[in-house]
């Protein structure tokens, strides 16, 4: 079995989005993986991305891992969160297409982490069941999340205790006040981008697969 990307594009809101798919056979799901802010580097290419697409392949789910608007290959321009949730539809639409009858798992690093949960609870709210929702050190301080969290798939926050990018207390406060039950699991001396720390982001998530 190949465990090779295939790189495509796919229709999206604003223009064609740059992708890269990967096909399991017999896949017990398919897993979707948002990338961190357009206008600081942040692309599908991130290795918290690419350790979350692994970690899904793995586990056996195909999956996809894409541009926002505006990033690589994929046209249009930033839409400081609002247009890259419309892109995440229509990259989560065509990845079901693809595949479908399996569950959907959506993951997200950094801003990436805000638009995939908005997009769970899209999606959520139009009566599809979610496999789990992904966040990964997400910054609850600058993107509004309240009324657009899922609210009956299963959820994992994972925050490190030293990011130097957004401000842990504000997650650990946000995730003390939310109403729906989720994990939140801390990552001691680690920064926001996991250096050294990937294996460490990979177990976790392959635990709560």
């Known amino acids: 079995m190949s465990q090779r990307e295939n790189p495509l594009l796919i229709d999206g809101p604003a223009g064609p989005l740059e992708a890269l798919h990967l096909i399991q056979p017999d896949a017990?799901?398919?897993a979707l993986i948002c990338h961190p802010h357009p206008l600081y580097g942040g692309s599908m290419q991130n290795k918290v991305v690419a350790t979350l697409q692994?970690?899904?392949r793995d586990h056996g789910l195909?999956?996809?891992?894409?541009?926002?608007?505006?990033v690589g290959h994929s046209a249009g321009s930033h839409d400081q969160g609002r247009g890259e949730i419309d892109d995440a539809e229509a990259a989560a639409r065509w990845l079901m297409d693809k595949h479908p009858g399996v569950p959907l798992t959506i993951?997200?690093?950094s801003f990436g982490s805000c638009v995939a949960a908005c997009l769970a609870g899209r999606l959520e709210s139009e009566g599809l069941e979610l496999g789990a929702l992904f966040m990964v050190a997400p910054p609850v301080e600058r993107f509004p999340l309240d009324g657009r969290l899922p609210?009956?798939?299963?959820?994992t926050v994972i925050?490190?205790?030293?990011?130097?990018?957004?401000?842990p207390a504000r997650v650990y406060q946000w995730s003390?006040?939310?109403?729906?039950?989720?994990?939140?699991?801390?990552?001691?001396?680690?920064?926001?981008?996991?250096?050294g720390r990937l294996t460490e982001l990979k177990d976790l998530v392959q635990s709560r697969l």
């Not at 195909?62 to 505006?70: A, D, I, K, Q, V």
């Not at 609210?151 to 959820?155: P, T």
């Open 176 to 195: 003390q006040a939310l109403q729906r039950p989720h994990e939140l699991l801390k990552v001691a001396e680690c920064g926001h981008f996991f250096h």
């Open 28 to 30: 017990c799901g398919a």
């Open 159 to 167: 925050q490190p205790e030293d990011d130097e990018v957004i401000t």
């Open 151 to 155: 609210e009956n798939c299963r959820m």
């Open 54 to 56: 692994r970690v899904a």
């Open 62 to 70: 195909s999956t996809l891992r894409f541009n926002f608007r505006g």
């Open 107 to 109: 993951m997200g690093f």
